[in-house]
């Protein structure tokens, strides 16, 4: 039983264009949700979070919205680059100390 | 600042026989944890240690064992590699809960 999914398991994008990676989760307890970048051969490293008291947070061209009464959460890239093209994990913790992943979205950008 | 470094990067092992992959942290975080991540599949949480002399079992535990005798170092053991343990295997470590992961390269792994 997944209980943070990512129903597209590829996306591509134009270079310059928008990319939105989707993420739903189905535990209203969950408090804290983070996005990680994964390249080939790597571990995945953080990309940025948000906390359940907000709805917004932005870094740079990352921006996460959080939509709490639909369980969702989307990662917006603007504008992408090719070096964006990696696989993009939704994460979220449950207010303890374990995190819960989703599948992951491998996002292209193509030049 | 090395981070988190998992040892070795790859390695085959045949059914039965029993490896330890090692992880070492230097950032004196407290947490750390073990993940499996297998084709189109997230990660999966294995083992789990929040301090020293402290170890919880994650999602998929069976089949190997986690000690955490110092804050930098929690190896992961497979005592009888089975081929449903062939993935890769990522270490991760944070200061305290509600923070952001740092993750190893990982070990890939496969048991023929």
């Known amino acids: 039983d997944q209980q943070v999914k990512q129903n597209s398991p590829s996306l591509s994008v134009q270079e310059g264009r928008i990319s939105i990676l989707n993420c739903d989760y189905t535990?209203?307890?969950?408090?804290?949700f983070l996005w990680y970048k994964k390249y080939p051969a790597e571990g995945p490293t953080f990309l940025i979070s948000?906390?359940?008291?907000?709805d917004k947070n932005e870094d740079g061209r990352f921006t996460v919205f959080l939509n709490k009464s639909a369980k969702h959460l989307s990662l917006h890239i603007v504008p992408s680059q090719p070096g964006d093209s990696a696989v993009y994990f939704c994460a979220a913790q449950p207010g303890d100390d374990k995190v819960i992943f989703g599948p992951g979205t491998s996002l292209s950008v193509i030049p | 600042n090395a981070g988190v470094t998992q040892t070795p990067k790859f390695r085959i092992l045949k059914i039965g026989q029993s490896m330890t992959l090692q992880c070492t942290q230097d950032m004196n975080h407290n947490y750390m944890y073990w993940y499996r991540q297998d084709p189109g599949m997230g990660l999966k949480l294995i083992y789990y240690s929040v301090g020293a002399g402290i170890t919880d079992k994650g999602e998929v535990p069976n089949g190997y064992n986690v000690s955490r005798s110092t804050t930098e170092d929690f190896p992961l053991r497979l005592e009888l590699a089975a081929p449903s343990q062939t993935s890769v295997y990522f270490c991760?470590?944070?200061?305290?809960?509600?923070?952001?992961?740092?993750f190893g390269d990982g070990t890939r792994l496969s048991i023929l």
């Open positions: 535990n209203s307890m969950f408090d804290y």
């Open positions: 991760a470590s944070i200061f305290n809960s509600n923070q952001p992961q740092h």
């Open positions: 948000i906390s359940s008291i907000k």
